[in-house]
């Protein structure tokens, strides 16, 4: 369990990386299927996934404009390899890792099946230790990443 928080901006950090992370492994992968149906929910997803990024980035202004919260430190090298690891091996995969291990349109649906659980769970366990403009923003990203779970569920069922 967390002892201290994590402040907001150190939050939204990781979740536009995971957003970042979100829209390219979506992008990659319509680019690798021949599948219409699928080819077209990950083109959804890549355009949901890059909103969620820029209403991060617009909560990120409003934190700093409001609370004058900053967090410079996050953008030191070694703090934000630290931020990046706690999101980099937990939710989307890098295209490399994608392209060795995911060959068939089941396995990549799986892949990101798992990918929306992980950023469901993260975004949950980030919500206690958060202030209420984060809180509503996690609150309804954890809706919206929900429907993207439903989405690929239906895809797999499918399959």
Known sequence: MLQERFNSIEVLEMAKDIEKRGLEFYQFQAGRTDNQEIKELFLKLAGDEQDHYERFEKLEQVVRDETGEEAEYVYDAEVSAYLNSL?????????????????????????????????????????????????????????????HLLDLMKIRAGL
């Open 87 to 147: 999101v980099e091996f937990s939710v989307f995969p890098a295209e490399a890792e994608t392209e060795e291990k995911f060959t068939g349109s089941r396995g990549v649906i799986e892949m990101a099946i798992r990918a929306e659980k992980d950023s469901i769970l993260f975004y949950s366990e980030m919500l206690p230790y958060n202030k209420e403009n984060t809180k509503k923003v996690l609150n309804q990203l954890i809706k919206e990443e929900k429907q």
